[in-house]
C-alpha cells in the first residue's frame, strides 16, 4: 500500500471558519497489522487514531503529549491512543479481536462495539506543572460524535467531527477525518453554509476511497469553493517510541521488594510494549543490577 497519509488545514469563509483534513488510511492498517485487529476494532480504533492525529497537530512543542482514552460499555473496553505534535500516533485496546454482527443497512457497528455508556479522558501534557484533563460522558460510541461534544463542552469550540474507516477482506481500503470549527466571529449565515454542504457531502471514507484530494473535500464539506490552505505538510504516522530504558524504568517503579520477588520466583522478566507488542527481556543478571542501584 502506498502511504498518501496527510493532514491539511484550512481556512474557510473569510478566516470565519477552520477545517482540518486528514487520510489516515496507512497509519490505520499499520495498527490493524500491528495488533491483528477485527474489522470492528480496526473500524473504532481506526477512528480513534484518526482524531488523535488530527488533534496532536495543535501540540505546540516537541516535549507535548496528548493522550486520549475512550472507555466503554462495549465488548471492545478501553481504547488508548497516545500522540506527539508531528504526529506520532500509537495506540492500543483491550479486546482487539471483537467481532459483532453488522447494522441493519450493512455497515459495522461500531457503537455496538464501544457502548453508549462510559467516557472519554483527553489528557494533555503541555509542559504545566499538571497536565490538563478532560473528561466528557460518550454520547453515542460512534467516536465523531463523542468528539463533537467534548469540543463543546470542555473545550467551548463549536465543532463539527467526522471520521470513518472503510474495511476489505485484505485490510483498510480508507480512513480520515475531518474536522469543522467555527472562529467567534461566524455568522449564522456562515453556519447554514456548512450544514447544508456536510449534509450533501459523502463520508469521508468513501471521499478518499473515491479518491477526492483533501483539498476537494475541505471545500464539499465547507461548502466554501475559495478556500485557503494554510499549512499542508503534515504526515502522520503509526510509531511507537518505547524503549529498553523505559521499561527498565517500569521494573524500578514497582519497588524493591517486588523486584526482588520476581528474581527469587522466576530470575527473570520479560515485559511486552502494549502498543507495538515488542518483547524485552531482563535475565537474573539484569534484574540484579536494577536492584543494585536501588540499594
Known amino acids: 500500500m502506498e502511504n498518501n497519509d496527510r493532514i491539511i488545514k ?7 471558519v477552520n477545517v482540518v483534513v ?11 497489522k500491528t495488533h491483528d485487529l477485527s474489522p470492528t476494532v480496526t473500524a473504532a480504533l481506526g477512528r480513534l487514531l484518526t482524531i488523535t492525529a488530527i488533534m496532536g497537530t495543535e501540540l505546540k512543542s516537541m516535549s507535548d503529549n496528548l493522550t486520549v482514552q475512550l472507555k466503554g460499555d462495549g465488548p471492545i473496553g478501553t481504547m488508548l491512543a497516545v500522540t506527539n505534535m508531528f504526529p506520532k500516533v500509537k495506540a492500543c485496546v483491550q479486546n482487539p479481536r471483537v467481532e459483532i454482527p453488522l447494522k441493519e443497512n450493512g455497515k459495522i457497528d461500531v457503537s455496538g462495539a464501544v457502548g453508549k455508556n462510559g467516557y ?3 489528557i494533555k501534557d503541555i509542559g504545566l506543572k499538571n497536565p490538563y484533563i478532560g473528561t466528557v460522558p460518550i454520547v453515542s460510541g460512534e467516536i465523531a460524535e463523542d468528539f463533537t461534544n467534548y469540543f463543546a463542552t470542555s473545550e467551548q469550540k463549536p465543532t463539527v467531527v467526522a471520521l470513518g474507516v472503510l474495511v476489505d477482506k485484505d485490510g483498510v481500503v480508507s480512513a480520515g477525518g475531518y474536522v469543522v470549527t467555527l472562529m467567534p466571529d461566524a455568522t449564522e449565515s456562515e453556519i447554514v453554509k456548512i450544514e447544508e454542504a456536510i449534509k450533501q457531502a459523502d463520508p469521508i471514507s468513501k471521499m478518499l476511497d473515491d479518491k477526492l484530494s483533501l483539498y476537494d473535500i475541505a471545500k464539499k464539506v465547507s461548502g466554501d469553493s475559495d478556500i485557503k ?3 499542508e505538510a503534515i504526515i502522520p504516522v503509526y510509531e511507537c517510541d518505547c524503549s529498553r530504558e523505559k521499561m527498565e524504568r517500569g ?5 524493591k521488594k517486588e523486584l526482588a520477588n520476581i ?5 527473570k522478566a520479560e515485559i511486552e510494549c502494549r ?3 515488542k518483547k524485552y527481556k531482563f535475565n537474573s543478571n539484569d534484574l540484579k543490577e536494577i536492584l543494585n542501584s536501588l540499594e
Open 22 to 32: 486528514a487520510n489516515t488510511t496507512f497509519l490505520v492498517e499499520e495498527a490493524r
Open 263 to 267: 528474581l527469587e520466583e522466576d530470575g
Open 229 to 231: 490552505t494554510i499549512e
Open 251 to 255: 521494573l524500578i517503579s514497582i519497588g
Open 120 to 122: 472519554l479522558n483527553i
Open 10 to 16: 484550512f481556512l474557510a469563509h473569510d478566516g470565519k
Open 275 to 277: 502498543f507495538c507488542n
